[in-house]
């Protein structure tokens, strides 16, 4: 490692003299996507074979846990007997769930009458990982006009153009919200620094150090503590319900320690369970927290909701290559927009730092496995330098330990000081760009449904850009918040008798369809247990 | 660093911020500015009494130990209650090598503390360090005619080994006092306690003992009390509200800071001063009225 | 149970011992022993606290605290995992409170209790100067606070180990927010742009964007300039 290690220092002095090598061409940019993006390969993915987006091709992966069998037998479960009556239910306490439930308070819901349900505790989400930053467009050199140029180009022009628009105009509203929530945004001289990410043309991403996401999440948590909002942890949802009429009427939760179900009524549901990370797309490991398992998609899917772009994954660039200890987890892009380049085993630049992510990504398999200038570790797994001590020659001596702590303390826990020597990285399953279709308030195809945050389907197109999903949990949660309010104010949302036929409709259609499978879900949490262990298990206690 | 570490303590950023910036207006004044120690925690507040309880002595060895590593020789404190709590741990630890060796292995995070740093208040360096008589030269503006009781309270004077004067008959704040041109005045309950926390829980005790304290030192005439401590200040300042129309006499008791005093006799920052004070200074002409 | 070899170590997780592949995690080490957890993780970055993780090497006497989800398993570790802490948290009104210096002390009264034994920040697995922020919140330094405690995860072992029972992540958190919303300016082109956005200022723009098509979007992004 030392060796190669020097590979780079020797180059570093003339690097960084003559600056990053230019960004690509739109016809490089195709030509390297289509050759070396994992969502370029077709046999990983497959078309749906039931429900309401049949035909939409989606990843093998979440292929099969759309089409598996149900976790429960509705018929096992008593309707009559309902444990939570509440006006606006929130299904995943992450950051959209906790703007929703927020939102759905100012709007004249009493919190008492608000429900989160989350999967494990409050705050177990991907909203409290994020590093690098959120964008907003505030700044006078930049406009929300430019900034949907940004999104739409990033995305490959297929987002729904509406929500976009949402998205930009809202973003520096939502500065405002978090500057009265007391986040703690990096400022100077009164001014916030703001700084480029993968794809933009201006700089507008608005940071907490390198712990943005838990910077603007856990004052947001704290709020709905304060505002006395229930909560129940450790309980996902594993089935939605519906009332005769068709409409969301509320959902199934499961008690992940002591196994019981429950029945929640609501008015209205907004569906808030971010990302599936932990579906190890193409053995991809993964950014995401644990509970990241598509169960959102799922439970949506078989109340009908619509699905979109549902074919492309996002794969953060950098992620951990080494150790194996923490592989995949993530190396911020932050440290690219701060100067870090990656770099390859001669030592050579071989791709502009800040392209969009999936191009970026693309560019290092590339390196890799067809150019063959990645550096392979003792555990096999292949990966890029990045050059982080070019950070500390830009800026100075104590940029890295002083705004990238995360950063550094990650790595300095396994013995590598980044702020000397340049860290292995290598692309990792990060965020699912596509979800369940919304409107710009959140509505989905199923009457009472709202959603907002990663579960969304849209607003992304194809290739999210860095700094807009903490923007879009913000802005759809909000948006999905309010809506719900409102919806459960009126007359017609009066929720009829409760139902799980749905449920009951969709394991028709896995036999009509002739799909077998012995899967079943939502997921609800990956099985990490050895084979060895799992080959004997006679699982009486657990 | 220089020989003399500052430890301020909580109060002295708070509530008393007036007092800290009186005090540092004076030193910087006298060319000995205030340097504070880099990192200090709070003195303990109060004075562990059970001696098998070394956990309580933590906080105080600690602040021993910052200064030691800063390579100060000695802390210099200006709220006597800070003053009465390191000192009384510094003597405590330094008397018996076990419990000295118990607390530094408690804290082996920390370089072990080997004894010997000084405590004093702030009075004590400007009477035995700087002296008394380089103060009068600095006055610009005396305070002729003011007549200014010296409370004391207890944490300056006792217990004895600690106290920085004679625990019956203090001298120190009087003699001050006259250093600035002023005219002490001796009142009985002068070392009187003034009933500390208690104000919390039985507010009703405290009164009583700042009605014996504030209304003695109004019969012997004073228009000014001085003190060193701001809980005292607290509590005394609360009361005289609290008691006004019970008191004997009319005329309004002023109470500042002893570094206010000073401030004011350099012409230098007080902080800032009860209303009644800035009446009673209207009378007595500054350094520039002094010269005309 | 088999010695352990030159690619695996032994642990022992609640006083049970296992022999797991060397250079795992201590939850990964866990999983592949065969737990599963509920409890005790979440993120598995090292942000969100959940895998809170009190160990003890053979041989030695001292208690050490880590994530499990950022620390290797080393051979003959003693592990136990506590994933909450029942630290009561006070709710305020961030908008009405007096943000001056006694702001905390009147929230969490209890930091008075700290008698600097320094056994936080020996617990806190971010490495924060816990002791540290907890006096500087006791002398009513907010700003101190909030950027001390600025890494805080809220895993809540330094409040488990705390003799004074302080609940120093809540607290800080506190600390935190006060400080942004009334200590931190808010940049002044920001509300300027919001009101241009109120006023529609942008709209037209965006309307007309919104409605083009992909060959038209194509081409003002490939002739964007980029700052
Ligand atoms: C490491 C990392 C770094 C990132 N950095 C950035 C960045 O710098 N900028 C940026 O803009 N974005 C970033 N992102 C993306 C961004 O953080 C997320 O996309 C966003 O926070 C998602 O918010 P959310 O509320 O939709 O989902 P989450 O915050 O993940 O919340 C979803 C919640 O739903 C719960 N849930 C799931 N299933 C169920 C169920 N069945 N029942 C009940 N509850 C359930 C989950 O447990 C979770 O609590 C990053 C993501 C990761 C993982
Ligand atoms: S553990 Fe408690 S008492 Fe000890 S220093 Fe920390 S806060 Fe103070
Ligand atoms: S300060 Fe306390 S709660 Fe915060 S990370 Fe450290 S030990 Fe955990
Ligand atoms: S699981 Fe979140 S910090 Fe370890």
């Known amino acids: 490692m030392r060796e190669a290690i020097a590979r780079v220092e020797a180059t570093r002095p003339a690097r960084l003299q003559a600056g990053p090598p ?142 976009v628009q949402a998205m930009v105009d809202d973003g520096p509203e939502i500065i405002r919200w978090h ?101 190890h797309i193409q053995n991809f490991p993964t950014t995401n927290h644990y509970g990241a398992t598509a169960d959102g998609l799922v439970i949506a899917y078989r109340a009908g909701a619509k699905l979109l772009d549902m074919d492309s994954v996002q794969y953060h660039p950098t992620g951990v290559a080494y150790p194996s200890a923490i592989l995949g987890q993530l190396a911020t892009e932050k440290l690219r927009s701060q100067g870090a380049v990656p770099i390859n085993a001669d030592g050579e630049a071989f791709v502009y730092p800040l392209e969009p992510r999936d191009v970026e990504a693309a560019a290092i398999i590339r390196e890799c496995w067809s150019r063959e200038k990645g550096i392979e570790t003792a555990t096999g797994v292949r990966g890029v330098w990045l050059d982080t001590p070019m950070i500390d020659e830009i800026h100075g001596e104590g940029t890295i330990k002083d705004w990238l702590a995360a950063m550094w303390t990650m790595w300095n826990r396994h013995g590598i000081d980044i702020t000397k020597d340049p860290a292995l990285v290598y692309p990792t399953l990060h965020y699912q760009n596509g979800g369940v279709e919304i409107e710009a308030d959140g509505e989905t195809s199923v009457p009472g449904l709202f959603a907002g945050g990663e579960v969304e389907g849209g607003v992304h197109g194809k290739n999210r850009l860095m700094g807009n999903s903490l923007l879009g949990y913000n802005v759809f949660g909000r948006r999905a918040g309010i809506a719900a309010a409102k919806w459960a104010k009126k007359k017609k949302s009066k929720i009829k008798t409760l139902s799980l036929q749905h449920a009951v409709d969709f394991e028709q259609q896995l036999a009509d369809a002739g799909i077998e499978t012995d899967l079943q879900s939502p997921m609800l949490l990956p099985d990490y247990r050895s084979k060895s262990v799992l080959e004997r298990s006679l699982g009486r206690f657990i | 660093m220089n020989n003399t570490a500052y ?172 250093t600035l041109w002023a005219t002490p005045v001796e009142f009985a309950f002068q070392a009187e306690c003034c009933g500390t926390y208690q104000i919390v829980d039985t507010p009703e005790m405290v009164l009583e003992k700042s009605h014996r304290i504030l ?25 005289y509200e609290e008691l006004r129309s019970s008191l004997p006499e009319k005329r309004e008791l002023s109470i500042v800071y002893w570094t206010q005093l000073a401030a004011i006799a350099f012409e230098v920052e007080t902080g800032e001063l009860p209303a009644s004070m800035d009446k009673l200074l209207e009378g007595l002409p500054t350094s520039m009225e002094l010269v005309r | 149970m088999s010695i352990p070899s030159e690619n695996t170590i032994r642990i022992y997780v609640m006083g049970s011992a296992y022999e797991v592949p060397r250079g795992l995690t201590i939850m990964d080490a866990m999983e592949h022993a065969g737990w599963r957890f509920t409890r005790g993780a979440g993120c598995r970055s090292g942000f969100c606290g959940a895998c809170s993780t009190v160990y003890r090497h ?168 980029v700052e």
Request: proline share 5%.
């Open chain 1, 22 to 163: 230019p960004a690509m061409t739109p016809a490089e940019r195709e030509k390297v996507l289509a050759e070396f993006h994992p969502d370029y390969k077709a046999e990983k993915k497959r078309e749906l074979g039931i429900g309401v987006s049949a035909g939409n091709v989606v990843p093998n992966e979440v292929a099969d846990m759309l089409e598996a069998h149900l976790l429960v037998d509705p018929a096992k479960i008593d309707l009559s007997r309902v444990d939570y009556d509440v006006d606006v239910l929130i299904i995943g306490g992450g950051g959209a769930g906790t703007v929703a439930a927020i939102f759905a308070h100012q709007e004249g819901i009493p919190a008492e009458n608000i429900l989160i349900v989350t999967k494990l505790r409050h705050g177990d989400c991907n909203s409290t990982m994020a590093q690098g930053g959120i964008q907003a467009a505030d700044r006078p050199e930049d406009s929300p006009a430019i900034h949907y140029i940004d999104v739409m180009g990033g995305g490959h022009y297929e987002n729904k153009p509406e929500l």
């Open chain 1, 179 to 279: 500057e009265e929530l007391g986040v703690m945004y990096d400022k100077e001289n009164g001014e916030y620094m703001e700084a480029h990410g993968g794809g933009t043309s201006r700089k507008r991403m608005h940071s907490c150090k390198d712990y943005t996401g838990k910077a603007i999440f856990n004052p947001i948590r704290d709020e709905a503590r304060n505002l006395g909002i229930p909560t129940l942890e450790f309980s996902p949802v594993i089935e939605l319900l519906l009332d005769v009429e068709g409409k969301a009427a509320g959902a199934i939760t499961y008690n992940l320690e002591t196994g019981e179900y429950r029945v929640i009524r609501a008015k209205a549901t907004v569906l808030a369970t971010g990302g599936f990370g932990r579906m």
């Open chain 2, 7 to 178: 430890f301020p303590g909580c109060s002295l950023k708070a509530e008393a911020s007036d007092y800290e910036r009186s005090a540092a207006a004076v030193m910087e004044a006298l060319g000995q500015p205030l340097e504070e120690l880099e990192r200090w925690t709070c003195c303990g507040t109060v004075y562990s009494l059970t001696d098998d309880d070394l956990m309580h002595q933590l906080a105080s060895v600690r602040n021993l130990i910052r200064a030691q590593e800063c390579g100060a020789e000695e802390i210099v404190t200006l709220c006597s209650m800070c003053f009465n709590t390191l000192k009384r741990s510094k003597v405590f630890i330094e008397q018996d090598a076990a419990r000295l060796e118990t607390v530094n292995a408690f804290m082996d995070e920390e370089p072990d503390y080997e004894g010997g740093i000084e405590v004093f208040h702030l009075l004590e360096i400007l009477r035995d360090q700087v002296g008394f008589e380089s103060i009068e030269g600095r006055v610009t503006r005396p305070l002729s005619g003011l007549r200014v009781a010296p409370y004391y309270g207890c944490t300056l004077l006792r217990p004895r080994e600690i106290g920085i004067d004679e625990p019956d008959t203090p001298m120190i704040l009087q003699d001050f006092i006259r």
């Open chain 2, 215 to 239: 209304s003695s030192a109004m019969r012997a005439g004073a228009e000014v009390m001085v003190t060193s401590c701001p809980l005292c200040m607290h509590n005394l300042r609360l009361c």
């Open chain 3, 58 to 225: 053979e041989g030695d006497y001292r208690l050490r605290f880590v994530l499990a989800c950022q620390t290797e398993a080393e051979d003959g570790m003693y592990l136990v995992q506590l994933p909450f802490t029942p630290a009561p948290r006070v709710s305020y009104t961030l908008a009405a409170l007096n943000p001056d210096e006694n702001v905390l002390l009147q929230h969490y009264p209890e930091i008075a209790r700290c008698v600097s034994c320094n056994t936080c920040t020996k617990a806190c697995p971010q490495d924060i100067e816990v002791m540290d922020y907890v006096q500087a919140a006791l002398r009513g330094d907010i700003a101190q606070t909030a950027s001390l405690s600025f890494d805080c995860i809220q895993c809540g072992l330094c409040s488990m180990r705390c003799p004074a029972d302080i609940k120093h992540y809540h607290m800080a958190q506190m600390a935190r927010r006060v400080y942004g919303r009334y200590m931190s300016p808010i940049t002044e082109h920001l509300e300027e742009r919001i009101v241009e956005i109120e006023k529609g200022v942008y709209a037209e723009e965006v309307d007309a964007l919104v409605k083009m098509t992909r060959g038209e979007l194509e081409e003002i992004y490939a002739a964007r300039v």
